[in-house]
Nanobody
Framework: QVQLVESGGGLVQPGGSLKLSCTTS????????MSWHRQAPGKERELVAA????????NYADSVKGRFIISRDIAKNTVYLEMNSMKPEDTAVYYC??????????WGKGTLVTVSS
């Protein structure tokens, strides 16, 4: 059974940085793509960043371009989201998602990120 476990959430001040991790299991699971999404209170879940496993090609939401970086470590079955120059509007529950080669999505349970002074 495929599982995704996020970590790294927490409280950060405006302008600060935070790095999220998402590790997939079992080790044999090889997703086509991995992505981070977020959902703020009262808002719909939105795509933040995505990376294709084979090529490393990335794409970002306009709201995070130039501030967030998605990366992957295939050997560790882990994808990261480095968040810099954070703003209060980045506050949300961040979810990791894996897309397998059959078009099936797998979601993590989410990790809360709060940007506040």
């Amino acid at each position: 059974q495929v599982q995704l476990v996020e970590s790294g959430g927490g409280l950060v001040q405006p302008g600060g940085s935070l790095k999220l991790s998402c590790t997939t299991s079992p080790f044999t699971f090889s997703p086509y793509a991995m992505s981070w999404h977020r959902q703020a209170p009262g808002k719909e879940r939105e795509l933040v960043a995505a990376v294709t496993s084979a090529t490393g090609r990335t794409n970002y939401a306009d709201s995070v371009k130039g501030r967030f970086i998605i990366s992957r470590d295939i050997a560790k079955n882990t994808v990261y989201l480095e968040m810099n120059s954070m703003k209060p509007e980045d506050t949300a529950v961040y979810y990791c998602k894996a897309l397998d080669n059959y078009g099936v999505d797998y979601w993590g349970k989410g990790t809360l990120v709060t940007v506040s002074s």
